[in-house]
Nanobody, 122 residues
Framework: VQLRESGGGLVPPGGSLRLSCSVS????????VGWFRQRPGKEREGVAIIDKDGIIAYAHSVKGRFITSQDSAKSTLYLQMNSLFPEDTAMYYC?????????????????WGQGTQVTVSS
């Protein structure tokens, strides 16, 4: 499985940004997919995950501001980020896993993209 993120960049506080992730060999029924991020000086943290049944889990810090969705026909995963704070500045990674058990927001996913940088600053 190959994952490739795009859409990162510089955005002012309060702004919005949409990240995309193209996924090879992508099967919505067979993979959990989602997003992690790594803020400067911090460990990787889960942001949003979609399980094989379409159930979505969000980190508390982004709930109500970020929305993840998938377009199976395009083999693409999205992360719409609204009301961005400087604390959202991070490298954002797309992840996937066959997910025989629910992994949730733990960084146990087998497949990771290269990441795309998001910087929230005026």
């Amino acid at each position: 499985v190959q994952l490739r993120e795009s859409g990162g960049g510089l955005v002012p506080p309060g702004g919005s940004l949409r990240l995309s992730c193209s996924v090879s060999e992508y099967t919505t029924k067979n993979y959990c997919v989602g997003w992690f991020r790594q803020r400067p000086g911090k460990e990787r943290e889960g942001v949003a995950i979609i399980d094989k049944d379409g159930i979505i889990a969000y980190a508390h810090s982004v709930k109500g501001r970020f929305i993840t969705s998938q377009d199976s026909a395009k083999s693409t995963l999205y992360l719409q980020m609204n009301s961005l704070f400087p604390e959202d500045t991070a490298m954002y990674y797309c992840v996937a896993d066959p997910c025989p058990v629910w992994l949730g927001l733990r960084p146990l996913y087998n497949y990771w993209g290269q990441g795309t940088q998001v910087t929230v600053s005026s």
